[in-house]
């Protein structure tokens, strides 16, 4: 029972994400992995790696949340 509500859960975080008013999170990807949901994905900025894992978070139901995003360097 605990992992179909897990894969809820995850299904739930990245139908977040794709709904988000912030066009960098769209594309993410939300999987459950154990007892953590893993965000992956390229962003342009640390803030949108935050954001999404702040949006993660509120629907995670107390799964931990590994945020394995990456930020991609632009011309520094």
């Known amino acids: ?3 179909v509500l897990d894969a809820d859960l995850a ?4 139908s977040e994400l794709e709904h988000s ?6 594309k993410l ?7 953590a949901l893993v965000i992956r994905g390229r962003v342009l900025r640390f803030y949108h ?9 509120a629907v995670s ?3 931990r949340v590994v945020n394995s995003v990456e930020v991609l360097m632009s011309g520094v």
């Open 21 to 26: 008013p912030v066009p960098a999170l769209r």
């Open 49 to 57: 790696k935050q954001l999404a894992q702040e949006t993660v978070r």
């Open 29 to 35: 990807s939300v999987q459950q992995s154990g007892e």
């Open 1 to 3: 029972m605990a992992e």
């Open 11 to 14: 299904s739930r975080a990245k």
């Open 61 to 63: 139901g107390g799964l």
